[in-house]
């Protein structure tokens, strides 16, 4: 199995700045790519940014220029680091690992049970 666990969400004032991290671990063989999303109340669940094994990273258009991705891959590790904080930043965040139990076996995509931040106005 494969565990994931995000932390370093909280509140935090229009402007600020926050840091989330999520680790994997578990019996895993390799990570294709690791990735944040987000869930406002009311609201699909939307990608924030992601990053391959190789480096490559995505945004959404909405957190570019605020937001960066990075991520420890010895630790298996993926940081959120997003500076410039809105109230429309509010929402769970969730972590997603693309992995490998084995080798040879497809990837499969885990979650973390998430983790809240409260942008205040």
């Known amino acids: 199995q494969v565990q994931v666990v995000e932390s370093g969400g909280g509140l935090v004032q229009a402007g600020g700045s926050l840091r989330l991290s999520c680790a994997a671990s578990g019996t895993i063989s390799s990570i294709n790519a690791m990735g944040w999303y987000r869930q406002a109340p009311g609201k699909q669940r939307e990608l924030v940014a992601t990053i391959t094994s190789g480096g490559s990273t995505n945004y959404a258009d909405s957190v570019k220029g605020r937001f960066t991705i990075s991520r420890d891959s010895a630790k298996n590790t993926v940081y959120l680091q997003m500076n410039s904080l809105k109230p429309e930043d509010t929402a769970v965040y969730y972590c997603?690992?693309?992995?490998?139990?084995?080798?040879?076996?497809?990837?499969?995509?885990?979650w973390g049970q998430g983790t809240q931040v409260t942008v205040s106005s």
């Open positions: 997603a690992v693309s992995a490998r139990r084995l080798p040879g076996l497809r990837p499969e995509d885990y």
